[in-house]
């Protein structure tokens, strides 16, 4: 081993390895000047206490799980309220709670009522690109499904349990049966937002109870008005039949003056039925399948057809569908294949921009053109936002007809607000339905199941005993149990190993999601296995291993190369000295950021954004050149965007969210110079911290120097330093030298 390295040297690197920020010039010359024998204790104890522990840690574990607020593949758009789970991770880790229960509740957090950490299951990529192709549909289903297997397996497992989704794993005891065992606890688990059950919650539900009285007082308002007038019930915004006498015709005409959002028309479908006799049933005559054609006024331009035609294949079908270029004088007229009795029309809305203003004519067979539906006869419907002067009803008069929408209007926004309350605080966490039965799939197939499989955890790690009609519930709760055991011969040792990584740049193990057979073996296996046992047999608590790997001796090692030692390991994987290593791009930012003494300490909550704002999500990302105070916080509170790499720190190795990170790369380019030399982030911190140094030493050039090179160093500059750094200060101004000082490796790297 080395020999201890100095106090100041000492500071910086626990300061960097466990917050990922440089220590302040006092926090370094408090822990050199205090000569307590028990001062470095004292240190390893402070630092576990700060709440930059956690923003620190919180990283390396929202790296292995893909954690991003965009949801990747082509739409990219943004998730939901995702950042409840991080700062989920963040507290957890600074509460200390034990590892056992934080992976519990990541898998089933609902039963444990922490609602945010399962947003564990669906942090990663999905593809949300609804398709109409059934086959494409449901391998994004079980690609979706895959996802939440390999995060599991890979993160709290070190297992590559994704490669026996179509046959047996090639290298590690792993079944494909295995692979569909697991599938078939998340089988019940899909993308999307719930309720957040807590303070927040409870808040949320008693201002609702409060609300719904006046909301119940409304809507009896509202229905004595629609039985006075005797009109009709509403539309129906996804599918309603429009009645009338039976009637010899050839053809139907709609004319439609506005939708409930005063915007272009849409429709699915509209379906003409025959008159049913003894000899005939009733069928849809206003099908492409019977010879109907359609025409209409001017149709909207889409990726996909828009068309009146597509009213015509009686199916509900994902971008084909009718939708008018105007917003009013809209007509459609549907021309069916011989002459019939028709009774009925069936009409299929979207949901939205649905038809509330529209007439209906039947063409006779000599060509004229009678009208059989007027959508004035019914009650407006919740959703219609026209105005006073746009709505008429028959036989209402003006007086009763304003009240009725007002009335609606009141309502409908009060709903709004009343059902934004009984939904609560909604989390990015996932949806848990109940799962349906899960097949083998041969060579991963979704249209060639083989025989049902019941949920379980690979069979190499022991049995959940489950039945197959197990509870969605119920089955991620055994596996989280199975998988926090202590009996589990994995998981503690998994985490170990990426706690001594993060500690020492290298795992024990250096494929740190890949413990099986393609993995790299470990250095130290008996290191390794006793760090597990220290782990369970101190209650699962992550900060009692970090104080133990903390106060160890091989720690606290110098950091400098001995060339005989070097040729014999050059990669220092048996730790005969401390591994210096580049600092991440986040600990870079905020180390900066503290040198300049412009960080901002707000914790928790939203993020703020790192590029402009963009109208669509298919637009290139244009990253922020400036930032005020909330973009100076800690990196972690930074808006990730999935696939994008960031301005400036993206080049040191920034992972984009769209792969599992175990370990980050270290790459060197003549990119990552530059972008730190000559970025106008590095060069408005390089002036606050140059204005800073010169308020706290007001007309003293050496003075300010040094207190730059202790901001930066956390050390005095020695005569030499000093006189290349006052050269450059006199010549070029003290901002220049904070810039150099920011760029040198003695800043960027943790020795």
């Known amino acids: 081993p080395s020999i201890m390295t100095d106090r100041r040297t000492l500071a910086r690197r626990i300061s960097l390895v466990m917050h990922g920020l440089i220590p302040t010039p006092e926090q370094v010359d408090a822990f050199v000047n205090d000569q307590a024998p028990d001062a470095y204790e004292k240190l390893v104890d402070r630092i576990l206490q700060s709440q930059h522990y956690g923003e620190r840690w919180a990283q390396h574990w929202l790296d292995t799980v893909r954690y991003a607020e965009t949801t990747g593949y082509e739409i990219n758009g943004a ?156 539309v129906d915004y996804r599918e309603y039949l429009e009645r009338f006498d039976s009637v010899l015709a050839d053809g139907v005409k709609f004319t439609i003056n506005a939708a409930n959002n005063n915007g272009p028309v849409e429709l699915d479908d509209v379906m003409v039925f025959i008159t049913p006799s003894d000899e005939k049933p009733s069928y849809n005559i206003a099908s ?164 049902e499989v019941a949920p379980n955890i690979p069979a190499v790690l022991g049995d959940l005993a489950l039945k197959p009609d197990a509870t969605e519930a119920d089955r991620r709760l055994a596996l989280a149990k199975g998988i926090a055991s202590k009996a589990n011969p994995l998981t503690a040792r998994v985490i170990v190993n990426r706690v001594w990584q993060h500690c020492f740049g290298t795992g024990i193990v250096d494929t740190p999601s890949d413990f099986g057979v393609n993995g790299s073996s470990p250095t130290h296996p008996q290191l390794l296995d006793h760090l597990a046992s220290y782990l369970m ?125 175990a370990k980050r790369s270290r790459s060197t380019t003549a990119v990552q110079a530059l972008s730190l030399f000559n970025s106008k982030f590095i060069n408005r911190q390089a002036q606050f911290m140059a204005d800073l140094c010169a308020a706290a030493s007001p007309g003293d050039p050496d003075k300010q120097v040094q207190h730059a090179v202790q901001r930066t160093y956390g050390r005095e500059a020695d005569a030499e330093e000093m006189d290349v750094l006052m050269d450059i200060t006199h010549k070029l101004g003290l901002a220049t030298t904070c810039r150099i000082l920011i760029n040198s490796n003695e800043f960027v790297f943790i020795n």
């Not at 963040?90 to 039963?111: C, S, T, V």
């Not at 008693?206 to 909301?215: D, F, G, H, I, L």
């Open 79 to 234: 998730n939901g309220n995702i950042t409840p789970y991080r700062d989920y991770v963040i507290r957890a880790l600074n509460e200390d709670k034990p590892y056992d229960q934080f992976l519990m509740e990541q898998i089933a957090g609902d039963h444990f009522k922490q609602d945010a950490a399962t947003a564990f299951l669906v942090a990663g990529p999905h593809d949300v690109n609804r398709s109409p192709d059934p086959k494409l549909t449901a391998m994004q289903k079980y690609d979706g499904l895959d996802e939440m297997i390999k995060a599991t397996s890979a993160t709290m497992l070190g297992l590559t349990v994704g490669c026996a989704r179509c046959h047996d794993h090639k290298f590690d005891p792993i079944s494909q049966k295995d692979y569909y065992a697991m599938q078939a606890v998340f089988a019940g688990v899909t993308y999307g937002s719930r309720k957040a059950h807590g303070a927040e919650n409870d808040k949320m539900q008693q201002e609702a109870a409060a609300m719904k009285p006046k909301v119940e007082a409304l809507r009896e308002q509202l229905e004595s008005l629609h039985v006075e007038t005797k009109l009709g019930p509403p």
């Open 288 to 451: 492409r399948d019977e010879g109907a054609t359609a025409t209409s006024s001017p149709t909207a331009v889409g990726n996909q057809g828009k068309s009146a035609d597509l009213l015509l294949d009686e199916e509900r079908q994902l971008l084909l569908f009718f939708r008018s270029k105007d917003k009013s004088d809209v007509w459609f007229e549907i021309s069916f294949s011989k002459a019939v009795n028709i009774n009925r029309v069936m009409i299929r809305p979207r949901g939205s921009a649905v038809p509330v203003d529209y007439r209906i004519e039947v063409r006779t067979p000599d060509g004229d053109y009678k009208q059989v539906i007027d959508s004035r006869d019914r009650f407006i419907s919740r959703g219609d936002e026209r105005e006073v002067d746009q709505v008429e009803f028959n036989g209402v008069d003006k007086h009763t007809t304003e009240r009725i929408v007002e009335l609606n209007k009141q309502l409908r926004e009060l709903e709004q607000e009343y059902n934004k309350l009984v939904a609560g605080p909604q989390v990015f966490a996932g949806r848990f339905n109940q799962p349906e039965k899960v097949f083998l799939l041969t060579r991963g197939d979704p249209f060639q199941p083989s025989d």
């Open 537 to 661: 047999d101190h209650d699962w608590s992550l900060k009692s291993l970090h104080r133990y790997i903390l106060l160890s001796a091989t720690f606290r090692q110098a950091s400098h190369a001995r060339p005989q030692l070097l040729e014999k390991d050059s990669d220092t994987r048996f730790l005969w000295r401390f591994p210096p290593r580049r600092m991440e791009a986040e600990s870079l930012r905020d180390s900066i950021l503290v040198a300049s003494g412009k960080m901002n300490k707000q914790m928790y909550g939203n993020p703020f954004k790192l590029f402009e704002d963009a109208t669509s999500s298919f637009m290139k990302k244009v990253p922020l050149e400036e930032f005020d105070k909330d973009g100076w916080r800690r990196m972690i509170y930074a808006e990730k965007i999935r696939l994008e790499q960031i301005d400036i720190f993206g080049v040191f190795d920034c992972p984009d969210a769209s792969q599992l990170v």
